[in-house]
Every structure is written in structure tokens, then in C-alpha cells.
């Protein structure tokens, strides 16, 4: 399949828009080699500005084929908008992420990045810290949405993601899951906290801390209500399992917008 799909993508140089979601049924049939042909595709693409990449429970899928895939990116020079969804594909480890630190790195026109690696095990704070390097060149950036849930994450990494968004002063959107990550403690909640105060642009927050066991509800309750001085529009806030109460979030209390109850 993926020989024909780099055939026919072979012919659509000018194309602006990929967009590739892939049957669940089908993960067993993608493999590393799929992701080269994509790669050998994506190369002659001068003029694609948004892609697109959902590959969930795929069990052969490795280091090599996402790391060379995502290296490719420093050849799109119009690339705008990127989506990766790597859900449960648990082979991928930080080496692969080391192909898309050098593909974006050089990237200043970066807008929207979202990258899911929900339940890839072997992502560490390595890992983390080349995401952060991976999005140090983008100037742009509107819209950021990271999913590590599950994954073998502590303070140290998450420290490597908060310098990261507090940076990029331009995002509109941020949402950040780091739900089941057990070694995560209070420091995070308060450097989190920080960047998040320090976005004076922010219209929607998401930020997942559910069964981070090392947290403390006194830290978690100080999250909640710095974000109450933030003129958010969306918020959706859950931490150890509870949901917020946001009949505590009153409208009269956000200088602008309408803040939607989810």
C-alpha cells in the first residue's frame, strides 16, 4: 500500500495538505519500511504546510522509521501545522525523537505542533528534552498540544517542557497530559503553573495530572486557582481522578471572554 500511496503522492508535488489516519485493523501491516516510503514522498513536498499522521497500536513501527520520517521535516520549508499520533506504539523510544529535534529545529514558521506518544513506555526526560529542542526555533507557534500519558516521565522532563512554553509567549492553545505519570511531584505542578501564568495570549487550557500519585492537593488546588487570573475562554483542568468544580471559576473573575464548562 505504501509503495502506491509514494507513487501517487510522487505526482502531487505542489500539494499544501496531507492528511493520513490509518484503520486500526491495518496497524500490523504498517512497519518502519512504510514510514521510509512516506519519507521518500514527503521530500519533493516544497509547498505542504500542514501534515497530518495518525498511527495508533502500531507494534512495528521503531526509532528508525519515525526518526528518519520526522528528519525529513527540515526539507518542508513551507511546513506550518504538524499532527503525529503515535498512540500505544510502544517501540518508539527517545532515539526516534531525535529525528524530530533536527527536523524542526530550524523551523520558524511553526504554528500548530501536536505530538501524542499516549502509553509509548520507553519515552523518558531525554525524550522530553529534545521536544523541547525540537520546537526552540519556533517563533510562531499558536497552538501546542502534548500527550505523554504513561510514560516514564519525572520532574526533570517536565521541567525541559515548561521552558519550552514559556518561551513561545504567542501560544493561544496549550494542552499538556501527563496523566499516570508516577514520578511526577509538586515541583511540577508549580513550574507548570508558572509558564502557564506567564502565556498573556492563552485562550485554551487542557492539562491532565490524573493519578500523578506524588502530587499533593494543596499544589493542585494553587494550579486551579492561578488560572482564574487568565483571561481563558476553554479551560479543562483534571488532576487524581477529580474533576474541578468550576462553578468556582465565575465568569466575573476572567477579565475577558466566557469561559466554557466542559
Known amino acids: 500500500f505504501f509503495e502506491s500511496l509514494k507513487n501517487g503522492l510522487s505526482q502531487l508535488s505542489n500539494l499544501q495538505i496531507l492528511k493520513l489516519d490509518f484503520d486500526p485493523d491495518a496497524k500490523d501491516d504498517i512497519t518502519d519500511a512504510s514510514l521510509l516510503c512516506l519519507k521518500d514522498s514527503l521530500s519533493s513536498m516544497k509547498d505542504l504546510f500542514h501534515f497530518t499522521l495518525r ?3 502500531c507494534l512495528n513501527i521503531s526509532d528508525n522509521g519515525f526518526g528518519k520520517l520526522t528528519h525529513s521535516f527540515k526539507y518542508l520549508l513551507s511546513l506550518q501545522e504538524v499532527y503525529l499520533d503515535f498512540y500505544r506504539c510502544p517501540s518508539l523510544t527517545d532515539e526516534g525523537l531525535k529525528g524530530l529535534r533536527s527536523g524542526l529545529f530550524a523551523n520558524r514558521s511553526l504554528t500548530v505542533f501536536q ?10 526526560n531525554v525524550g522530553l528534552k529534545y521536544v523541547k529542542d525540537a520546537l526552540s526555533g519556533s517563533e510562531r507557534l499558536l497552538s501546542l498540544h502534548l500527550n505523554f500519558d504513561s ?6 522532563g517536565v521541567d525541559s517542557l515548561q521552558q519550552s512554553i514559556k518561551k513561545h509567549t504567542s501560544l493561544e492553545e496549550l494542552s499538556i497530559i501527563i496523566s499516570n505519570c508516577h514520578e511526577i511531584t509538586d515541583k511540577t505542578i508549580r513550574r507548570l503553573k508558572d509558564a502557564v501564568g506567564s502565556l498573556n495570549k492563552l485562550r485554551t487550557l487542557n492539562v491532565h495530572f490524573d493519578m500523578c500519585i506524588k502530587t499533593t492537593k494543596k499544589y493542585l488546588d494553587s494550579f486551579k486557582e492561578s488560572v482564574k487570573e487568565i483571561p481563558l475562554e476553554s479551560l479543562n483542568l483534571s488532576y487524581s481522578c477529580l474533576k474541578i468544580d468550576y462553578s468556582s471559576l465565575q465568569p466575573k473573575k476572567v477579565a475577558s ?4 464548562k466542559k
Open 151 to 156: 510514560c516514564k516521565i519525572t520532574d526533570e
Open 55 to 57: 498511527l495508533n497500536h
Open 115 to 124: 505530538l501524542d506518544l499516549a502509553y509509548c513506555r520507553s519515552i523518558t
Open 257 to 260: 471572554g466566557i469561559l466554557k
